[in-house]
Nanobody
Framework: QVQLVESGGGLVQAGGSLRLSCAAS????????TGWYRQAPGKQRELVASMTLFGSTNYADFVKGRFTISRDNAKNTVYLQMNSLKPEDTAVYYCNSRIRTYDGQVDDYWGQGTQVTVSS
């Protein structure tokens, strides 16, 4: 059974920083790709950043230069460092990973979501 557990959300003032973590557990063979999405009230879920197993990254235009995605493959953990936060970054942030388990199954998994609130 694969699980993704997120942590690191919270309340921060505009201009501040937060670091999100998402740890995957279970019989994991590999994770590729992994990334972060967000969903604000009344809006669709949108991609924030993603990273392949080999280190290639993709960022949404609205976070370029402010957010950095990284991963620790040994720990099956992906991080999102968020700097220069803006009130419009307020949303529930979800990690998403495509995971191959040791039995050969490949599926997409979602974390439970973590709230990020940026006050002005």
């Amino acid at each position: 059974q694969v699980q993704l557990v997120e942590s690191g959300g919270g309340l921060v003032q505009a201009g501040g920083s937060l670091r999100l973590s998402c740890a995957a557990s279970g019989s994991i063979s590999w994770i590729n790709p992994t990334g972060w999405y967000r969903q604000a009230p009344g809006k669709q879920r949108e991609l924030v950043a993603s990273m392949t197993l080999f280190g290639s990254t993709n960022y949404a235009d609205f976070v370029k230069g402010r957010f950095t995605i990284s991963r620790d493959n040994a720990k099956n953990t992906v991080y999102l460092q968020m700097n220069s936060l803006k009130p419009e970054d307020t949303a529930v942030y979800y990690c998403n990973s495509r995971i191959r388990t040791y039995d050969g199954q490949v599926d997409d998994y979602w974390g439970q979501g973590t709230q990020v609130t940026v006050s002005s």
